[in-house]
């Protein structure tokens, strides 16, 4: 019996010393440690006092819980100082009773009979709490004796590792050396880990595999290993099928040169003949300072590498998003600002026209002026409605019966020998959406699939349909990242044609990026912006040789029937009107002076939001409506329109910008703002614009 406790306790030892020898972080040893303690003994509960410590003063008088296994309490108060008497604590190892501890301990204080406590150098002490004992009649004083000195090293030791990240790596292969002599120890305990791990000797032949490693490569038994050269079992070929001669081996080479590595770039190869990706350790085995084979520790990395390249993937699109959304607030800013241009130049074109005579030569010209001017304008809305600041009209609209509605526009827009087909689900929810810039989505569309056809003879389907779209799907789709998942309206447009590039598909939605010799690159770019602005998506299937399908989706409407209503008001005479017109570009408040002027109204201009709040103080009794710019310096329409409130609670406010109503006007919502005109704008969208005011 003695001979048998004593084999056991050194096979006990031999499992604590192979704990307190593998750990390199403090933490993680004392939990260890713990564990396998209160497993050898079958104690219930174990804690660790340990001593405040510092490197430059040694160890001090205070304790701190710094582990705890086994009782609640005392878990939730890990890292707290526990005032005890450390002489008391400290003087040997020994049983008492619990009652003369656990008052001053942070565990359950009803729960046990014993304490069993295990000094650790002058480091901190062991306590082992229990109702009865289950330790078979180990020799638990004799075995922690030979024990404590080892733990308190090794606490120091990883307390200096934790602090300066230093010589881990020695640390791992001395105490992996010192076990070496008990590999029958250690593949008992390596049994029950998740890692696979296999052991050889100098020759490369398999001395055991533990039961992940079985798992992991496919075998059932260990016999089928061991005994044969292991690189011919499972390290035999590359990830590219290549052979991977024994020479080439970093196994084999670490194993010559008694060195430890790490390798996560190679694959082993599974029974059934498949390979799969892994991470490895091979670390020698020393006898006499002799290496006498190596441990290899491996997981596979399978989905580690999935969830890497999808966060590369993630990551890439990000930096996409981000790309498209820089070159949005660039190409708003540009047309926001080209439009104040076009203001003053379509202002006083239509000025102009008015007051020469219309069989005058100039007055054909000034409607050149006007209409490129207007196509300017135009080009502006795309550019702003890529940024996702074109002017929208937002109203609950059916997508079949738009298309049916745009049926025969659709029609003759495509070529001779194209055949278009409709798919359309009459039942589909409604969306919120400007009617015009859905137009524009769908003839974008259209147009695409029609010039992807290249000439030739083909199909174009366009399709509507109601879908549940989850995270995964919003992921692959071009889409803001806030979206929610649920229910989406969907319109697709697919053809026959020549299908586009990887590199293609990447650029198609960049502004002025083309592949036609006489294309902007606007149009999708611009549908970009409208379908980000309507909180919506884009999803994109293309297949060189055989065609694309692009499919655009919204969130569903809470509104029951679509709403086509067009309001229409009448134009009043503005004779004896007076309008402030605030702006701080000279050229674009002469421009509306002038068009005022010429309609009868009598104008007072401020040069700026401050300038405006004190010809308003001093003229309120006699201005009618303030025309107010946005975007001012020195004091910005927003906070100029507050003072005008504060002083007239009434005063009338036309707000003019060149971004949408929708993205000028929300900071006044509900504040009363009387009206909005975009940029640039001619003689009679103004006087209208005021007519409506007044």
Same mark, same amino acid.
């Given at each position: 019996?003695?001979?048998?406790?004593?084999?056991?306790?050194?096979?006990?030892?031999?499992?604590?010393?192979?704990?307190?020898?593998?750990?390199?972080?403090?933490?993680?040893?004392?939990?260890?440690?713990?564990?396998?303690?209160l497993?050898?003994?079958?104690?219930?509960?174990?804690?660790?006092?340990?001593?405040?410590?510092?490197?430059?003063?040694?160890?001090?008088?205070?304790?701190?819980?710094?582990?705890a296994?086994?009782?609640?309490?005392?878990?939730?108060?890990?890292?707290?100082?526990?005032?005890?008497?450390?002489?008391?604590?400290?003087?040997?190892?020994?049983?008492?009773?619990?009652?003369?501890?656990?008052?001053?301990?942070?565990?359950?204080?009803?729960?046990?009979?014993?304490?069993?406590?295990?000094?650790?150098?002058?480091?901190?002490?062991?306590?082992?709490l229990?109702?009865?004992?289950?330790?078979?009649?180990?020799?638990?004083?004799?075995?922690?004796a030979?024990?404590a000195?080892?733990?308190?090293?090794?606490i120091?030791?990883?307390?200096?590792?934790?602090?300066?990240?230093?010589?881990?790596?020695?640390?791992?292969?001395?105490?992996?050396?010192?076990?070496?002599?008990?590999?029958?120890q250690?593949?008992?305990?390596?049994?029950?880990?998740?890692?696979?791990?296999?052991?050889?000797n100098?020759?490369?032949?398999?001395?055991?595999?533990?039961? &992940?490693?079985?798992?992991?490569?496919?075998?059932?038994? #260990?016999?089928? *290993?061991i005994? $044969? =050269? /292991?690189?011919?079992?499972?390290?035999?070929t590359?990830?590219?099928?290549?052979?991977?001669?024994?020479?080439?081996?970093?196994?084999?080479?670490?194993?010559?040169?008694?060195?430890?590595?790490?390798?996560?770039?190679?694959?082993?190869?599974?029974?059934?003949?498949?390979?799969?990706?892994?991470?490895?350790?091979?670390?020698?085995?020393?006898k006499?300072?002799?290496?006498?084979?190596?441990?290899?520790?491996?997981?596979?990395?399978?989905?580690r590498?999935?969830?890497?390249?999808?966060?590369?993937?993630?990551?890439?699109?990000?930096?996409?998003?981000?790309?498209l959304?820089?070159?949005?607030?660039?190409?708003g800013?540009?047309?926001h600002?080209?439009?104040?241009?076009l203001?003053?130049?379509?202002?006083?074109a239509?000025? &102009?026209?008015?007051?020469?005579?219309?069989l005058?030569? #100039?007055?054909? *010209?000034?409607? $050149? =002026? /006007?209409?490129?001017?207007?196509?300017?304008?135009?080009?502006?809305?795309?550019m702003?409605?890529?940024?996702?600041k074109?002017?929208?009209?937002?109203?609950?609209?059916?997508?079949?019966?738009?298309?049916?509605?745009?049926?025969?526009?659709l029609?003759?827009?495509?070529?001779?020998?194209?055949?278009?087909?409709?798919?359309?689900?009459?039942?589909?929810?409604?969306?919120?959406?400007?009617?015009?810039?859905?137009?524009?989505?769908?003839?974008?569309?259209?147009?695409?699939a029609?010039?992807?056809?290249e000439?030739?003879?083909?199909?174009?389907?366009?399709?509507?349909?109601?879908?549940?779209?989850?995270?995964?799907?919003?992921?692959?789709?071009?889409?803001?990242?806030?979206?929610?998942?649920?229910?989406?309206?969907?319109?697709?447009?697919?053809?026959?044609?020549?299908?586009?590039?990887?590199?293609?598909?990447?650029?198609?939605?960049?502004?002025?990026y083309?592949?036609?010799?006489?294309?902007?690159?606007?149009?999708?770019?611009?549908?970009l912006?409208?379908?980000?602005?309507?909180?919506?998506?884009?999803?994109?299937?293309?297949?060189l040789?055989?065609?694309t399908?692009?499919k655009?989706?919204?969130?569903?409407?809470?509104?029951?029937?679509?709403?086509?209503?067009?309001?229409?008001?009448?134009?009043?005479?503005?004779?004896?009107?007076t309008?402030?017109?605030?702006?701080?570009?000279?050229?674009?408040?002469?421009?509306a002076?002038?068009?005022?002027?010429?309609?009868?109204?009598?104008?007072?201009?401020?040069?700026?939001?401050?300038?405006?709040?004190?010809?308003?103080?001093?003229?309120?009794?006699?201005?009618?409506?303030?025309?107010?710019?946005?975007?001012?310096?020195?004091?910005?329409g927003?906070?100029?329109?507050?003072?005008?409130?504060a002083?007239?609670?009434?005063?009338?406010?036309?707000?003019?910008?060149?971004?949408?109503?929708?993205?000028?006007?929300?900071?006044?919502?509900?504040?009363?703002?009387?009206?909005?005109?975009?940029?640039p704008?001619?003689?009679?969208?103004?006087?209208?614009?005021?007519?409506?005011?007044?």
């Amino acid at each position: 019996m003695e001979s048998l406790n004593r084999e056991r306790m050194l096979g006990v030892l031999y499992d604590i010393s192979l704990t307190i020898g593998g750990e390199v972080h403090l933490k993680s040893l004392l939990q260890k440690t713990l564990q396998r303690l209160l497993f050898h003994t079958g104690y219930p509960c174990g804690l660790i006092l340990i001593k405040g410590i510092d490197s430059s003063e040694g160890v001090d008088d205070e304790f701190h819980l710094a582990m705890a296994i086994g009782d609640s309490e005392a878990i939730k108060r890990i890292d707290s100082v526990v005032h005890v008497q450390p002489e008391k604590l400290m003087d040997k190892i020994e049983v008492v009773e619990a009652k003369t501890w656990v008052s001053q301990l942070p565990s359950k204080q009803d729960k046990y009979k014993y304490l069993l406590k295990v000094p650790i150098g002058e480091v901190g002490v062991i306590l082992l709490l229990y109702s009865q004992d289950s330790s078979d009649n180990l020799p638990l004083e004799q075995m922690f004796a030979t024990m404590a000195s080892h733990f308190a090293k090794a606490i120091l030791l990883c307390e200096v590792n934790d602090r300066k990240n230093k010589l881990l790596k020695d640390e791992v292969i001395q105490r992996t050396s010192e076990i070496a002599e008990r590999e029958e120890q250690l593949r008992l305990l390596l049994s029950s880990t998740a890692e696979g791990i296999f052991g050889m000797n100098s020759d490369g032949v398999c001395t055991f595999a533990n039961t &992940s490693a079985l798992r992991m490569l496919g075998y059932t038994s #260990a016999d089928e *290993l061991i005994g $044969r =050269v /292991i690189h011919d079992m499972l390290h035999h070929t590359k990830a590219n099928g290549e052979k991977h001669p024994i020479s080439d081996c970093k196994i084999a080479h670490a194993s010559k040169a008694g060195l430890s590595i790490h390798v996560d770039d190679e694959v082993f190869w599974h029974k059934d003949g498949h390979s799969f990706p892994v991470e490895y350790r091979s670390i020698p085995i020393r006898k006499d300072d002799e290496i006498v084979g190596q441990i290899i520790s491996f997981t596979d990395i399978t989905e580690r590498l999935l969830a890497e390249h999808q966060k590369r993937e993630e990551q890439v699109k990000l930096e996409h998003t981000q790309r498209l959304e820089s070159l949005g607030v660039l190409t708003g800013g540009i047309a926001h600002d080209f439009n104040n241009l076009l203001t003053a130049i379509l202002g006083n074109a239509s000025l &102009s026209k008015m007051k020469i005579d219309e069989l005058s030569p #100039a007055h054909q *010209l000034l409607d $050149r =002026v /006007i209409d490129a001017s207007e196509s300017a304008a135009d080009l502006c809305n795309q550019m702003l409605a890529y940024s996702g600041k074109g002017k929208f009209t937002v109203t609950p609209i059916s997508l079949s019966s738009l298309v049916e509605k745009m049926a025969k526009l659709l029609e003759v827009s495509i070529q001779k020998g194209v055949t278009l087909r409709y798919n359309l689900d009459d039942r589909i929810p409604l969306i919120d959406a400007d009617l015009a810039q859905m137009q524009q989505v769908i003839m974008n569309l259209i147009t695409n699939a029609n010039e992807a056809l290249e000439g030739n003879k083909g199909v174009i389907t366009i399709a509507t349909g109601v879908m549940d779209v989850d995270q995964g799907y919003l992921a692959s789709a071009y889409a803001e990242n806030n979206l929610k998942v649920g229910q989406y309206v969907f319109v697709e447009v697919s053809d026959t044609g020549c299908g586009m590039s990887t590199e293609q598909q990447a650029r198609m939605f960049e502004p002025f990026y083309t592949t036609k010799v006489m294309g902007r690159g606007l149009g999708m770019s611009a549908m970009l912006g409208i379908v980000r602005g309507h909180d919506g998506a884009i999803k994109i299937y293309s297949e060189l040789g055989k065609g694309t399908a692009i499919k655009v989706f919204f969130p569903v409407s809470d509104a029951l029937e679509a709403n086509e209503k067009v309001v229409e008001t009448e134009r009043t005479n503005l004779s004896g009107v007076t309008v402030l017109v605030v702006d701080d570009e000279p050229m674009l408040r002469d421009v509306a002076v002038s068009l005022l002027e010429f309609s009868g109204v009598h104008v007072i201009t401020a040069e700026n939001g401050k300038d405006g709040i004190e010809k308003y103080f001093d003229h309120k009794n006699e201005i009618d409506i303030v025309l107010l710019d946005m975007m001012m310096p020195v004091m910005n329409g927003e906070e100029t329109f507050q003072k005008l409130r504060a002083i007239d609670p009434e005063v009338k406010v036309l707000l003019c910008s060149g971004y949408n109503e929708q993205d000028a006007t929300q900071q006044f919502t509900g504040k009363g703002l009387a009206g909005f005109i975009q940029k640039p704008y001619r003689s009679d969208a103004l006087i209208t614009a005021i007519s409506d005011v007044l």
